[in-house]
Nanobody
């Protein structure tokens, strides 16, 4: 069983920054693509970013490209999401996910989800 535990969410003003972390249990973290998704009230869960098993490849949604950065530390079994220049439309619950396939992970290609962490950006 794999557990993903997110932290780092909170309330921030527009233009500010937050850094999310996702700590994974289990010994296979370094073998998998990891990703971040988000879900705003009344909307479907959407892809934000993903990173390959060795960190060599990253993928971003157009809406966050240039503002968000995903990274991972396999020694700590942790994936990070640095969010800069935050906008009110970034407000959502952010979920860490383990992907079953490489590349731009889809919701249907996730086998484990974190519990989510709330990010609220005020205008």
């Amino acid at each position: 069983q794999v557990q993903l535990v997110e932290s780092g969410g909170g309330l921030v003003q527009a233009g500010g920054s937050l850094r999310l972390s996702c700590a994974a249990s289990g010994r296979t973290f370094s073998s998998y693509t990891m990703g971040w998704f988000r879900q705003a009230p009344g909307k479907e869960r959407e892809f934000v970013t993903s990173i390959s098993w060795n960190g060599g490849s990253t993928y971003y949604a157009d809406s966050v490209k240039g503002r968000f950065t995903i990274s991972r530390d396999n020694a700590k079994s942790t994936v990070y999401l640095q969010m800069n220049s935050l906008k009110p439309e970034d407000t959502a619950v952010y979920y860490c996910a383990r992907g079953l396939s490489p590349g731009r992970v889809t919701v249907g290609a996730v086998d484990y989800w974190g519990q989510g962490t709330q990010v609220t950006v005020s205008s």
